[in-house]
């Protein structure tokens, strides 16, 4: 694995520009729409960055940028590995974390606003329709235990209430436990808002941890060497050096205001109703800094939530099932939803023992599709060809009644859901014979600049070709 030096986000942007998927975007886009709007066209293809988003005046602009991940060869990237390495180098990230090291001060402190005024200070664009208004969207959440001092590493929705106020969504997860431990004293939960890492951050963000494990590890594990970070000027919490702008502040005990609606990963709203709020109390930021959003419930969203989370599915049913070969969340259920299974099948009857294994495994899984070796999990089409060849519905169907689901699921009651799996595979052993794909030899090896004309070698010879035939006409 490569180490990049300062893994940053300015270093990932970089990257984006020699892979061809960075676009500059035309000044004045509004932050109001416009961002998401021409982010989404973009969103499986390109990165964008706006130079001079329109809607925030002040006298030095700060850029915009989005798509930092735009598909999974983005993501084998930015972990420095190859495609189908993405979920094993997760993997051995989470299991061999490198602990940070502090910094006696970093370019995330270069310049220091005490005075906060949040939409002065920072371009902050409001993506979907119904949403309540501008949201920070892609800042790392860094929070300190109380009780430990341990810290942890999410990312939460975060509407900006007031000039120096934040109405955020906390779910039951570790965040929320730290700021129950704080609250229970009747003292604020110290945090951080982190605006603008390497893609490793936002990846490891996302990891099934432990509460005692700091995600910041899985990120140094992830670059192969330790996070730098800087102690706030205002708190105890430690932040990437490198970041492009922090937020300090405090989670307040015993307050909740409204916030919502927001566009969510289901393609949904999420509703409004009254919730946490965080104290903004100081921003830091490098002297001229870039502002990351991620557009929600686009694709950025899904494939950032999608990976970590195949990567625990798949650790957790190799366990019972080593002969699993890999797993994918597919885009279309949301990158949460809906699990395909890909196995070298040894036994008759596994798919549906692997079914309830995949729906013990995450609450949000919904629909298990298994598959044999010879399918492309990463195609829609070749998953669809598998269920209309090999599977029959009163044979191979797995349903569940009344189990616990997905909350943001619109069609769930209340969270509770079915569960339905479908078997695609072929009877054990008949892969080469009945189930055997139809194949052209050579066709995945065609060399298309060898076997093919070039532009006036096929003008040429289509010249030749078709005036002679008028001649004979
Ligand atoms: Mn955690």
Redesign the pocket.
């Given at each position: 694995m490569s180490e990049t030096p300062n893994a940053d986000l300015r270093a990932w942007l970089r990257i984006l520009e020699k892979r061809g998927e960075l676009a500059v975007a035309k000044p004045e886009a509004a932050l109001r729409h416009e961002i998401a709007a021409i982010s989404k066209n973009l969103e499986r293809e390109k990165a964008v960055l706006f130079p001079a988003p329109k809607g925030h005046e002040r006298t030095h602009t700060i850029p915009v940028v989005t798509n930092l991940l735009v598909d999974r060869p983005s993501v084998a990237a930015a972990l420095g590995v190859s495609d189908h390495e993405v979920l094993p180098r997760f993997l051995a990230a989470a299991r061999n974390p490198i602990a940070p090291v502090e910094i006696a001060s970093g370019p995330a402190q270069e310049v220091v606003h005490r005075r906060v005024n949040l939409e002065q200070l920072l371009p902050i664009p409001t993506h979907n329709e119904l949403d309540s208004g501008a949201y920070i969207t892609a800042a790392l959440l860094i929070a300190r235990s109380p009780d430990t001092g341990v810290q942890?590493?999410?990312i939460h929705r975060c509407q900006i209430s007031g000039p120096d106020r934040i109405g955020v969504l906390l779910l039951p997860?570790?965040?929320h436990a730290y700021y129950r431990q704080a609250e229970k004293r009747g003292e604020p939960l110290e945090i951080a808002l982190v605006i603008g890492v390497h893609p490793a951050y936002l990846l490891a963000?996302q990891?099934i941890?432990?509460?005692d494990?700091?995600?910041m590890g899985i990120a140094g594990a992830l670059l192969g060497r330790p996070a730098e970070v800087v102690k706030c000027l205002t708190n105890n919490v430690r932040v990437p050096a490198h970041a492009e702008i922090v937020l300090e502040g405090r989670i307040l005990p015993s307050v909740r205001e409204p916030e919502g609606p927001f566009g969510e990963f289901p393609q949904y709203y999420g509703p409004r109703a009254n919730r946490e709020v965080i104290v903004i109390d100081a921003v830091t930021h490098r002297r001229q800094p870039i502002f990351h959003t991620i557009v929600g419930g686009g694709y950025e969203h899904l494939i950032l939530g999608g990976v970590p989370r195949e990567a625990t599915l798949l650790q957790h049913l190799r366990r019972s099932f080593p002969n699993i070969l890999d797993v994918r969340l597919t885009r279309g259920g949301t990158c949460r939803y809906h699990l395909v299974v890909k196995i070298d099948k040894l036994n008759n009857g596994e798919p549906k023992n692997i079914m309830m294994g995949a729906f013990a495994g995450h609450y949000d899984i919904k629909q298990v599709v298994v598959v044999d070796r010879d399918v492309d999990i990463d195609s829609s089409i070749d998953i669809e060809w598998a269920i209309a060849t090999r599977f029959q519905a009163d044979r191979d169907l797995l349903l569940v009644s009344g189990a616990q689901g997905s909350r943001l699921d619109p069609s769930a009651n209340e969270g509770v859901s079915a569960k339905m799996g479908l078997d695609a595979t072929a009877p054990v052993g008949t892969l080469s014979d009945t189930y055997r794909r139809i194949r052209v030899p050579g066709e995945a090896e065609v060399d298309r600049s060898a076997a093919l004309e070039s532009t006036s070698g096929a003008r040429d010879c289509l010249h030749a070709l078709l005036n002679q035939r008028a001649e004979h006409e």
């Open positions: 942890n590493i999410s997860r570790h965040t963000s990891a941890a432990a509460l494990e700091d995600e």
